[in-house]
């Protein structure tokens, strides 16, 4: 028996009606998804720290929520963990024609590449039920949702030529929720931050930038540059406090220098 069948057994040990754990036996695909979440953004931060024995254990968790969710589908009859090996191994084999078929020893770019995965995936999808504008992403984190949204307008053609307009936008939004703050109006600001949210979103995509990769490396250099200042603060003896900001505020600026 091998490593994976070993962590197979031991989620089906887990779900055992009888005897497995009460609190595993309860979830469900989607009683467990926010944990999944967790442990995905646990990774990419193991990613970002360059912690490798860190890693190893969070793609371990990453695993265990795959078998997991597998678990629940196969009791409920609809796939086991072996169909998701097999169906993703059926992808990549399919979806790289110039590794595993036709195109294998041809001189292709990285665009051709790009060009036979999309033309592949438009072919496997050709079948399938079309849903609504924006209904693929229903259930994703909004930001990553903004992406896919755009993407889809983008594809029927609905999209600034380049990033000047969507600049322009950027201008008027904040105009817009200057207006609504200064209104005092919570549901307008709440609507204006968030057109100014998906603008941002939109600047990313022009510029081929990953927001969410983009707010995770903003909130990693945040950590850096307060961690600085608390510790200058300590060093200096001043106590963390709104009275002090003056003070917080030139070891924030000798962060940037210090700590990045």
Request: charged share 30%; net charge negative.
């Amino acid at each position: 028996m091998n490593k994976i069948d070993d962590l197979l057994e031991i989620m089906k040990a887990l779900r055992d009606p009888e005897t497995g754990c009460p609190w595993d036996i309860r979830q469900t695909n989607a009683s467990i998804a926010q944990y999944t979440l967790e442990e995905t953004h646990e990774t990419l931060e193991a990613i970002e720290r360059g912690d490798k024995q860190n890693l190893k254990e969070e793609l371990g968790d990453l695993l265990f929520h795959i078998v997991f969710h597998s678990r629940i589908a196969e009791e409920n009859g609809d796939f086991s963990f072996a169909d998701v090996v097999e169906n993703i191994c059926n992808k990549m084999t399919r979806r790289h024609p110039h590794v595993f078929g036709e195109h294998r020893g041809k001189n292709l770019t990285e665009a051709d590449i790009m060009g036979l995965w999309q033309a592949i995936k438009r072919a496997e999808n050709a079948d399938k039920p079309q849903a609504g504008f924006g209904a693929d992403s229903s259930d994703q984190l909004a930001i990553h949702r903004a992406e896919r949204i755009q993407q889809q307008a983008a594809e029927s053609g609905f999209d600034w030529p380049d990033i000047t307009p969507v600049l322009d936008k950027l201008d008027e939004e904040l105009l817009e929720l200057r207006q609504s703050i200064a209104s005092g109006d919570i549901d307008a600001i709440e609507d204006e931050l968030g057109d100014v949210m998906f603008v941002c979103v939109n600047i990313a995509r022009h510029q081929k930038i990953n927001a969410e990769m983009a707010l995770r490396r903003t909130n990693q250099k945040f950590i850096r540059r307060f961690e600085y200042v608390v510790e200058q603060m300590q060093a200096a003896n001043e106590s963390m406090s709104r009275g002090k900001l003056e003070q917080m505020e030139i070891f924030w600026q000798a962060s940037k220098a210090v700590v990045g």
